[in-house]
């Protein structure tokens, strides 16, 4: 089975403009969660989308914005792009909502604003 | 404010010996813990977890001991190899809880490098 598959896995932006970062799920996971890690961090949760409904959305400003399509596949949205927000965007899937089923994570999309 | 700190940006460790990474955490509403593993240019590998009901447990090289009183986590590899020589980041969250379901808070992670 393919695990966690991001795209794409490289990135470079202006600031001020938008960026869509891509998931694909594990076959029959219906969570994704988005994670943000900045250099020297540990991952910052971004959103939690179970069943394409919005279940959790961590401490980020409104400029991110997220979506989970019927094949359980997200997308992540950042307007308005600031330096600040070069990192790596994680995405992690489970087969269910809650934590205490493993969480499979992607490679990630290296982001850099410049 | 950090509610999961791992105090210990790096570890270095002689294969064979025991490898011992610590966590720490402020939030005594927190009752699910994991470990995950990282090398570069890949995602997180979840590697253990342990529930607050318990303060052992164990998977192969892997042991992870919770002190709830002490609001600490350690994570033990015996033997450690070379190739257990990642980024290991301890992680907390709160099982069922309906604000935020699939947060999991991060520490800033260890680097362990285990020389041959």
């Known amino acids: 089975d393919a695990g966690v598959t991001q795209s794409p896995t490289h990135l470079i932006k202006t600031r001020g403009q938008q960026v869509t970062l891509r998931c694909s799920p594990i076959?029959?996971?219906?969570?994704v969660s988005w994670y943000q890690q900045v250099l020297g961090q540990g991952p910052q949760f971004i959103f939690q989308?179970?069943?394409?409904?919005?279940?959790g959305r961590g401490n980020f400003p409104d400029r991110f914005s997220a979506r989970q399509f019927p094949n359980y596949s997200s997308e992540l949205n950042v307007n308005a792009l600031l330096l600040g927000d070069s990192a790596l965007y994680l995405c992690?899937?489970?087969?269910?909502?809650?934590?205490?089923?493993?969480?499979?994570f992607g490679q990630g999309t290296r982001l850099t604003v410049v | 404010d950090q509610q999961v700190k791992q105090n210990s940006p790096s570890l270095s460790v002689q294969e064979g010996r025991i490898s011992i990474l610590n966590c720490d955490y402020t939030?005594?509403?927190?009752?699910?813990f994991l470990w995950y593993k990282k090398y570069p240019a890949e995602g997180p590998t979840f590697l253990i977890s342990?529930?607050?009901?318990?303060d052992k447990n164990e998977d192969g090289r892997f042991t992870v001991f919770l002190n709830k009183s002490a609001k600490h986590l350690s994570l033990h590899i015996v033997p450690s190899q070379p190739g257990d020589s990642a980024v290991y980041f301890c992680?907390?969250?709160?099982?069922?809880?309906?604000?935020?379901?699939?947060?999991?808070?991060f520490g800033k992670g260890t680097k362990l490098s285990v020389k041959p």
């Open positions: 342990i529930s607050s009901i318990k």
């Open positions: 992680a907390a969250t709160i099982l069922n809880y309906g604000g935020s379901q699939g947060n999991l808070i």
């Open positions: 992690a899937s489970r087969r269910g909502k809650v934590m205490n089923t493993e969480a499979f």
């Open positions: 989308y179970y069943e394409k409904e919005e279940r």
């Open positions: 076959s029959g996971h219906k969570s």
């Open positions: 939030n005594s509403m927190f009752d699910y």
